[in-house]
């Protein structure tokens, strides 16, 4: 059984479009993250939910938006695509206590053309 | 607010050799730190942590040590293999400013390729 899975794993798009991917974790955790890897391989944090409460924003544009219809799944909405959204964009999920540890899905690789 | 310095790569290093990745982190808090690790076309998985100062964690041969005076978790194995090649992070984690929130803060990542 996979803890925390993405979909697409590929998704190329046009310049303008709107996309979405979704993540889905089985792990029961109550905080999920989505991070955005870029070419070099730096990951930056986007966003991060606790219980459905949005936590964490680090000045992403508004055109990414966080979806979170329930405690498993945390759905990543982008729109008006640019080129430079494109990256890797990975979920991540993570139970309480400062020390535990994250669950990463494998990845969307987004490709803006 | 947090950071963590991790040394640049890429790293090229011949199969058994000894291998050391710095990481040196800035935290208001008393926080917990982590090594990550990405093999090609996944996602990041835990290679080791530690809670408090002075703990060591240890996983695979890989090993740091939590340094306190130095703000320092420095990633050692004594002979690397090339089923090692992939890239490591350094992170740590602190609360918040607001207290329930647990931000995990990643370095810049060490590629790492061990030739035959």
């Known amino acids: 059984d996979t803890a925390v899975s993405q979909t697409p794993k590929y998704l190329v798009t046009q310049m303008g479009n709107d996309k979405s991917i979704k993540c889905e974790q089985n792990?029961?955790?109550?905080?999920m993250y989505w991070y955005k890897q870029d070419s070099k391989k730096f990951l930056k944090i986007m966003f991060s939910?606790?219980?459905?409460?949005?936590?964490i924003n680090e000045t992403v544009p508004n055109r990414f938006s966080p979806k979170s219809p329930d405690k498993a799944h945390l759905n990543l909405h982008i729109n008006s695509l640019e080129l430079g959204d494109s990256a890797v964009y990975f979920c991540?999920?993570?139970?309480?206590?400062?020390?535990?540890?994250?669950?990463f899905g494998q990845g969307t690789r987004l490709t803006v053309v | 607010g947090d950071s963590v310095t991790q040394m640049e790569g890429p790293v090229t290093l011949s199969e058994e050799a000894f291998l050391t990745i710095n990481c040196t982190y800035t935290?208001?808090?008393?926080?917990?730190l982590f090594w990550y690790v990405q093999y090609p076309g996944e996602g990041l998985q835990l290679l080791l942590k530690?809670?408090?100062?002075?703990d060591k964690g240890s996983n695979k041969g890989f090993e740091a040590t939590y340094r306190k005076e130095t703000t320092s978790f420095h990633l050692e194995k004594g002979s690397v293999q090339v089923s090692d090649s992939a890239v490591y992070f350094c992170?740590?984690?602190?609360?918040?400013?607001?207290?329930?929130?647990?931000?995990?803060?990643f370095g810049s990542g060490t590629q790492l390729t061990v030739l035959p």
């Open positions: 530690a809670t408090k100062a002075d």
């Open positions: 992170a740590l984690s602190d609360l918040g400013s607001r207290g329930s929130a647990r931000q995990l803060t």
């Open positions: 935290a208001t808090g008393y926080p917990s």
């Open positions: 792990l029961g955790h109550d905080t």
């Open positions: 939910y606790n219980n459905k409460e949005l936590i």
């Open positions: 991540a999920s993570r139970p309480p206590g400062q020390g535990s540890e994250a669950f």
